[in-house]
């Protein structure tokens, strides 16, 4: 499943040692962030709508770009849903 994303998404950490499982909700996040809609579509087929939903809707930080792909992906309508939302979001971009 990996060799189909771009490795540069996971520039944080050694790309050959992530476990498809153990990871999944750090490769999930990472794709909503910053793939392209193929790839957010190829994670979503592959990790399912519940695996991606809770992923996201759990995490402590996502970028907007990743809530609002989160939200058309898996047909979310409340951004309020997303933990991410209720942080003070620490970052200049």
Not at 19 to 32: H, L, M, P, S, T
Not at 33 to 54: A, F, K, N, Q, S
Request: hydrophobic share 40%; glycine share 6%.
């Amino acid at each position: 499943m990996l060799k189909k994303l771009n490795p540069v998404y996971f520039w944080d950490t050694n790309f050959t040692k992530l476990d498809e499982e153990k990871n999944a909700d750090y490769i999930i996040r990472r794709v909503f962030e910053l793939g392209d809609i193929d790839e957010i579509g190829y994670v979503h087929g592959w990790y399912g709508t519940e695996r991606c939903r809770e992923a996201l809707l759990n995490a402590e930080y996502l970028r907007e770009v990743a809530i609002i792909h989160g939200m058309v992906f898996l047909e979310i309508e409340d951004k309020a849903l997303f933990k991410s939302t209720t942080k003070k979001q620490h970052h200049l971009v």
